[in-house]
């Protein structure tokens, strides 16, 4: 036994992993009788199936007639600043406001690219402001504090 | 003459100023924001699904919807034609000969007969959904529990079934989105599931959220790992309108594509992808010069952009009837419904004609506006696809974000995003389509409710699912689907069918 696929073989871990873990989460909640099912009933259900079509992928990434493949490198340097600068929006959001949230999450993003020129980016960030202020406060009236709160009349 | 008078109540809803006014909307946003490259029609109405649940009226929001969806299905084909880069699977075969009528200096032409092709296809469609719809909603109403059980079975596999790739890890990736959907509190006993103690998972995660986390922002990941290499046709389209001698080549492949898009999109799965392979290969092979496909001949862009929007609009039809999403796109369509709580399914054409109508003859003016707006707006789009991925990316981000953030006015859908966008970029990286996983989360509650009431009635008998007749047969389609598919003869022919977009 030898795994020839390696994308199958980590799919069906993260398979085998999240499948176990509903599996186990479920048998917290009452399970019930098939008559009178509990709310831990189905989701059980799904997650030892999950789980063994995770099993099933682990198995199947070593059969013979698979084409040896490899797993592509994570870029982990995208996927950190990117999500990095989302959760800092959200973070910042409620606090500190739009304008300086949506500077934040447009200034951090854009060093995520590796074509990043500071001076574009600075006006991005106004251009964008400009556009948020029309089509998220002034359009559709959403509910967000614009300024931090600190410096509002 | 039933068909006329629903037509003309669906005029009536559809004619008037607001909804014509959001229609245009829709489709003018969903071109604009589906030309962007690598974003395909999945993430465009991901991004803009949270601005319809402001709506007030349910109609107008679901016609809005349908226009955006359109709108970013035609924005894909013509960044297909013109940068060569598909947005979505069934864009693929529209960049083999698109493009190349585009590097030949005839971008207008492939633009327009794709747009006219579109139109054709949608009209056509149109009139299906409004005859096929009544029909099959009438064998809808004979469901019980257990028929819905295993219809929504069927579906969830047919649609792993004529999807490429692994069918083991698309069943699997069903099964997770099913499992997501349990997340929430459950409606029979009101205990909160998988909530963690965190407030607000007791309502669920966010349809929208769960989207824009996998398509969107996965996708934006994905992308910056490359540098970028696009080539833009800048120089002026020049003529628009296909020569009368591309015209007359065009007329059969559109009835073609229509006729096998109609049909291929009820079947649950990658209809839209399906059905422009098809269509391409059927084309290919009954020319008489096969030798021009893949060098910009126009017939390779009519049949198959004629056939990808017929499939895409008669997938409506298993949604609004018996409220199966066929697809992701569906899938997304449904929880636009269940936000301005309407349960998709056979009652909404009754209940809720004036819905149900306007949304099907919207559908009509949609493609109509498609191609007023498209052919005199084609220099802009041309300018939005000069526009560089790094300029562009961090405002995808922010549209998201505030999205994201306005569908409850609160950050916590903002924070869910991230978690399955690292899914999402997992995902690709290891080869699993994501949308099943869509589909899946949109079913999981309803299948565990008609799974408990079914089991219910029977006192707790797994033998009800086989022994009622409907139910029977739906669960013997599903089997034979899966069997056929594992069968190695038929495996080949799948892998073959899907091997032209891999190369």
């Given at each position: 036994m030898r795994i020839r696929n390696h994308r199958d073989f980590w799919s069906g871990v993260l398979f085998l992993v999240l499948g176990s873990a509903f599996a186990v989460f479920s048998s917290a909640y009452q399970l019930g009788t098939p008559a009178r099912m509990g709310p831990g009933f189905f989701p059980m259900m799904l997650g030892v199936l999950l789980a063994l079509l995770g099993v099933a992928t682990i198995w199947m990434s070593t059969a013979r007639t698979n084409p040896e493949t490899g797993v592509e490198?994570?870029?982990?340097?995208?996927l950190i600043v990117i999500l990095g600068s989302v959760a800092l929006f959200a973070l910042l959001l409620p606090r500190l406001g739009m304008v300086v949230s949506v500077a934040v999450l447009i200034g951090l993003s854009a060093i995520a690219s590796h074509e990043f020129r500071w001076k574009e980016t600075l006006l991005e960030i106004v251009v964008l402001l400009v556009l948020s202020w029309l089509v998220f406060v002034k359009g559709l009236e959403l509910q967000f504090p614009v300024w931090p709160t600190l410096f509002s009349p | 003459m039933e068909l006329l008078s629903h037509l003309a109540l669906g005029f009536a809803t559809a004619l008037t100023l607001e909804n014509v006014l959001w229609c245009f909307v829709g489709v003018l946003l969903g071109t604009l924001i589906g030309v962007l490259p690598g974003l395909g029609p999945l993430a465009t109405i991901a991004m803009l699904l949270p601005i319809t649940y402001q709506m007030s009226d349910p109609t107008t929001a679901l016609i809005m919807l349908a226009g955006i969806y359109y709108g970013a299905q035609y924005g894909g084909s013509t960044t297909a034609i013109l940068v060569n880069l598909p947005g979505e699977t069934s864009s693929v075969v529209t960049t083999l000969d698109g493009y190349q009528m585009a590097r030949k200096g005839r971008p207008g032409p492939a633009l327009s007969i794709a747009a006219i092709g579109s139109f054709f296809a949608g009209t056509v469609a149109t009139l299906l959904i409004a005859g096929f719809?009544?029909?099959?909603?009438?064998?809808?109403?004979?469901?019980?529990?257990?028929?819905?059980?295993?219809?929504?079975?069927?579906?969830?596999?047919?649609?792993?079934?004529?999807?490429?790739?692994?069918?083991?890890?698309?069943?699997?990736?069903?099964?997770?989105?099913l499992l997501v959907g349990m997340i929430g509190t459950d409606v029979n006993s009101g205990v909160a599931r998988f909530s963690f103690g965190i407030p607000e998972l007791t309502d669920g995660v966010s349809f929208a959220a769960v989207a824009m986390g996998l398509f969107g922002f996965g996708e934006i990941i994905a992308n910056l790992e490359h540098r970028e290499d696009r080539e833009v046709f800048t120089r002026r389209v020049g003529r628009l309108l296909p020569s009368r001698d591309e015209l007359?080549?065009?007329?059969?492949?559109?009835v073609r594509g229509t006729a096998l898009g109609s049909f291929l999109g009820i079947l649950p799965g990658g209809g839209a992808v399906l059905?422009?392979?098809?269509?391409?290969?059927?084309?290919?092979?009954?020319?008489?010069?096969?030798?021009?496909?893949?060098?910009?001949?126009?017939?390779?862009?009519?049949?198959?952009e004629a056939a990808n929007n017929a499939g895409a609009q008669t997938s409506f039809i298993p949604m609004l009837t018996l409220g199966i999403p066929t697809n992701a796109v569906m899938a997304l369509m449904v929880a636009g419904m269940m936000i301005h709580n309407i349960?998709?399914?056979?009652?909404?054409?009754?209940?809720?004609?004036?819905?149900?109508?306007?949304?099907?003859?919207?559908?009509?003016?949609?493609?109509?506006m498609l191609v007023v707006l498209n052919l005199p707006l084609i220099g802009i789009w041309i300018k939005l696809l000069t526009v560089p991925y790094r300029i562009l990316y961090p405002a995808i981000l922010l549209f998201c974000c505030v999205g994201a953030y306005s569908i409850n006015n609160n950050v916590f859908d903002v924070y869910v995003t991230i978690p399955f966008a690292i899914l999402g970029y997992?995902?690709?990286?290891?080869?699993c389509e994501p949308a099943p996983m869509l589909l899946g989360l949109v079913l999981g509650s309803l299948m565990e409710e008609y799974l408990r009431r079914a089991m219910t009635i029977s006192r707790g008998d797994w033998s009800v699912f086989v022994t009622r007749p409907l139910s029977a047969t739906l669960l013997a389609i599903a089997v034979v689907l899966l069997v056929i598919v594992f069968l190695p003869a038929v495996a080949k022919k799948r892998d073959e069918a899907f091997a032209e977009e891999e190369s």
């Open positions: 490198r994570i870029g982990w340097r995208p | 719809a009544p029909p099959l909603a009438e064998i809808a109403f004979k469901f019980g529990p257990a028929e819905y059980f295993s219809l929504m079975v069927l579906g969830l596999i047919a649609a792993v079934v004529l999807a490429h790739g692994s069918i083991v890890k698309a069943l699997a990736m069903v099964v997770l989105g007359k080549a065009s007329l059969a492949p559109i059905s422009s392979f098809t269509s391409y290969a059927i084309e290919k092979k009954i020319s008489r010069t096969p030798e021009r496909f893949g060098k910009g001949a126009i017939e390779g862009v009519a049949g198959p349960q998709p399914g056979p009652q909404v054409m009754t209940s809720n004609p004036s819905l149900f109508w306007g949304l099907i003859t919207s559908m009509w003016i949609g493609n109509a997992l995902f690709r990286k290891l080869d």
